[in-house]
T-cell receptor, first 110, second 112 residues
């Protein structure tokens, strides 16, 4: 089956940089995604990594190491609106079968 | 572009009843996935539909069934409701060409 581990909570200061780590176990790996979900809202897609390395999209970057079954989401220049839950999700064990982690609740403080 | 829409927004049922949730995918998307999200947890994959067929299924009992229509919209049916079925049910649409899933606002189901 598939399983993912990520920290449950992270607190960071506005303007700072924060890294959210994710380790996974899966058969037939296709890729690792990151989603953001504000309280009461729906998850929104942030990034997808299929190959090793760093993908950058504005203030957000995502990294993947397939050999280590590890990835992270890097958020720079943190803003108060970045306070949300962040989920890593692995596509594997079947084409387009997506398994989500339990989420990391990020609190940005002034 | 309307994005992914779901109905109803909220639903209250009692144990043993049956429920049907509906989803319309984002324009241009042909694949619909359903997820169950309990409070404080990540979305759990229920199943995925493509070309009106169930392509993938998560670890959910047969009480959970679905359907996809020729216009790509989809329904999730849950029979013999249990208290533990209370959750936010999310629909996500995508295209096989891309890895990004677009989520709808969800249906909050409460089973009493």
């Amino acid at each position: 089956g598939q399983s993912l581990e990520q920290p449950s909570e992270v607190t960071a200061v506005e303007g700072a940089i924060v890294q959210i780590n994710c380790t996974y176990q899966t058969s037939g790996f296709y890729g690792l995604s990151w989603y953001q979900q504000h309280d009461g809202g729906a998850p929104t897609f942030l990034s997808y990594n299929a190959l090793d390395g760093l993908e950058e999209t504005g203030r957000f970057s995502s990294f993947l190491s397939r050999s280590d079954s590890y990835g992270y989401l890097l958020l720079q220049e943190l803003q108060m609106k970045d306070s949300a839950s962040y989920f890593c999700a692995v596509t594997g064990g079947g084409y387009q079968k997506v398994t989500f982690g339990t989420g990391t609740k990020l609190q940005v403080i002034p | 572009d309307a994005g992914v829409t779901q109905s109803p927004t909220h639903l209250i049922k009692t144990r043993g009843q049956q429920v049907t949730l509906r989803c319309s995918p984002k324009s241009g998307h042909d694949t619909v996935s359903w997820y169950q999200q309990a409070l404080g947890q990540g979305p759990q994959f229920i199943f995925q539909y493509y070309e009106e067929e169930e392509r993938q299924r998560g670890n959910f009992p047969d009480r959970f069934s679905g359907h996809q229509f020729p216009n790509y919209s989809s329904e999730l049916n849950v029979n013999a409701l249990l208290l533990g079925d209370s959750a936010l049910y999310l629909c996500a649409s995508s295209s096989l060409q891309y890895n990004e899933q677009f989520f709808g606002p969800g249906t909050r189901l409460t089973v009493l």
